[in-house]
């Protein structure tokens, strides 16, 4: 079955720590998504590449960095300059072009700092 | 900056009752709607999208409609079960050079009591 998949579930980070989140879909899509949600928070948007090797800023962008060397995969590093890391991330994955589609999302990495 | 917003953060409704989810945009260049379910700890999944030269889609039990004049979108969903109990975000398509950028709502939290 083709889908979008994230790991860890679960991940801790120590004050100072850098920590990569993984994202890894096999739907064939060109456009992927990385967001944040807290609690009882709607969706913002870190970072989204709409092809390989190229990426943008989405709106707090500020602590994260992203890659997009494979069309597959879209990992997002927290860094250590993120000082509010712990929250719920999430990865979606979308066709691109016109019209425009909805997404697939990932069942999201839940981050602790501890 | 234009952005989609919700007219009611919480709705609670008896098992077997219609429930509607009402949901405001601002953007009168959106083109693309889409409505997610989020439960908790999970990703949000698909419901239903619409395309602005609609007025309405169904789907199995449930329902978008889609009014241009008053940039309003609601979600009805019919014999409310207390599985449909969630998170649910409506979307809508940005448009322009961010074309294809889904930009989210805050959610709205439907409680179905048995």
New interface residues.
């Given amino acids: 079955d083709g889908g979008i998949t994230q790991s860890p579930k679960y991940l801790f980070r120590k004050e100072g720590q850098n920590v990569t989140l993984s994202c890894e879909q096999n739907l064939n899509h060109d456009a992927m998504y990385w967001y944040r949600q807290d609690p009882g928070q709607g969706l913002r948007l870190i970072y989204y590449s709409q092809i390989v090797n190229d990426f943008q800023k989405g709106d707090i962008a500020e602590g994260y960095s992203v890659s997009r060397e494979k069309k597959e995969s879209f990992p997002l590093t927290v860094t250590s300059a993120q000082k509010n890391p712990t929250a719920f991330y999430l990865c979606a994955s979308s066709r691109s072009g016109h019209p425009p589609y909805g997404y697939t999302f990932g069942s999201g990495t839940r981050l602790t700092v501890v | 900056g234009e952005s989609v917003g919700l007219h009611l953060p919480t709705l609670s409704v008896q098992e077997g009752d219609n429930s509607i989810i009402n949901c405001a945009y601002s953007n009168s260049a959106s ?2 709607f ?1 409505w ?1 379910k989020q439960e908790s ?6 419901i239903i ?1 619409i ?1 602005s030269n609609m007025d309405k889609r169904q789907g199995q039990r449930v329902t978008v409609l889609l009014n241009k004049t008053v940039k309003h979108l609601s979600l009805q969903i019919a014999a409310t079960q207390p599985g449909d109990s969630a998170v649910y ?1 409506c979307a809508e ?1 940005a448009g322009g050079t961010s ?4 930009t ?4 709205t939290i439907l409680t179905v009591h048995p």
Wanted: aromatic letters at 28%; hydrophobic letters at 25%.
């Fill in positions: 083109d693309y889409i997610y700890g999970k990703g949000p999944q698909f999208d395309r975000f398509s074309y294809g950028k889904l989210f709502g805050q959610g």
